[in-house]
């Protein structure tokens, strides 16, 4: 059994299906099924059900996954900390579930501080070293996870928009404004639903786009109003065409938090946690200075 066969195994019952499990890996599709079929005469036993959608793992598939997962994980951790102890370049795999309006800022700043680091964004837990994701409370925050700070979801409207000039809205009485979301990012409308749940908002949604930058233009330009996260919204930009509104009808909080997907810590992962609770650190204090008001003018 070699590691090549695992990787691709690995894969296939990740996918359950042997062609994206090829393309994941840049290899041709037929030598993904000859190394599941070798695989499965080696260990006589069955790996997957063969459907018509794709792969299903049997019983045996799963073990097999379980032990691969690890033995490929061990060798990832060798091939790091023998990069280390060569004082060679580290590399680290985020899983941004949330903080995509700011990861770009946080990478850069920490290469400015903390030297040269390979990093690799995704939004697939799997083989990622760090997990960055939010919760709608605290109860929701995974037992390993390390609490980076929360912030208030405020309701970012056009300041043309006949609530402009109020510091808190009922998201009730809205139920006429067109909605701008995020589509890309799964965690903040799970926060979003959670919010419109609780006021018994129905939200009329007439634009989803992929990332912060353009809906804020939307909204300056009146297109709608949009839910946002209002200590990131401020640490970016400042736009005096927009104004952020306090949500009065429902608990409007969001709690960031890290962890650890990777068993072995390598320097690079250290300093940059280091630097995350640092850079959180830092906008909880500028929030609170800030604490007046939440309207960016």
């Known amino acids: 059994m070699e ?135 605290h109860e929701e925050i995974p037992a390993d996870a390390e609490l980076l700070g929360s912030e208030e979801i405020c309701l970012a409207v056009p300041s043309s928009h006949q609530l402009a000039g109020q510091e808190a809205v009922a998201l009730s009485e809205l139920t006429e404004d067109s909605f701008i979301v995020l589509r890309n990012s799964h965690s903040f409308r799970q926060v979003s639903e959670h919010i419109f749940r609780a006021t018994g908002l129905n939200p009329r949604i007439t634009i989803e786009c992929d990332n912060a930058a353009l809906q804020n233009q939307l909204i300056s330009l009146g297109m709608g109003v949009a839910l946002v996260a209002s200590n990131a919204w401020q640490h970016a930009q400042q736009n005096n065409d927009i104004r952020l509104l306090h949500i009065r009808d429902a608990d409007c909080r969001r709690y960031l938090y890290m962890r650890t997907l990777s068993r072995y810590q390598t320097r690079g992962m250290r300093d940059f946690k280091a630097y995350l609770r640092r850079f959180f650190t830092d906008i909880q204090a500028q929030a609170q200075t800030s604490s007046g008001t939440v309207s960016p003018s």
Not at 73 to 100: K, M, N, T
């Open 3 to 137: 590691l090549y066969q695992l990787r691709q195994f690995a894969a296939a019952a990740r996918l359950e299906n042997m062609t994206r499990a090829a393309q994941e890996l840049n290899v041709a599709q037929p030598a993904v099924s000859k190394t599941i079929r070798h695989l499965e005469n080696e260990l006589g036993v069955e790996l997957f059900e063969r459907t018509g959608k794709g792969l299903r793992r049997t019983e045996a598939g799963d073990i097999l996954l379980r032990y691969a997962q690890q033995i490929l994980q061990a060798e990832e951790d060798a091939r790091r900390e023998i990069a280390e102890s060569a004082q060679q370049a580290g590399s680290l795999c985020i899983c941004a579930l949330s903080l995509s309006e700011q990861i770009g800022e946080i990478l850069s700043g920490f290469t400015r501080v903390c030297g040269d680091i390979r990093f690799r964004v995704t939004t697939t837990p799997e083989q990622s070293d760090l997990l960055l994701d939010s919760a709608v409370s």
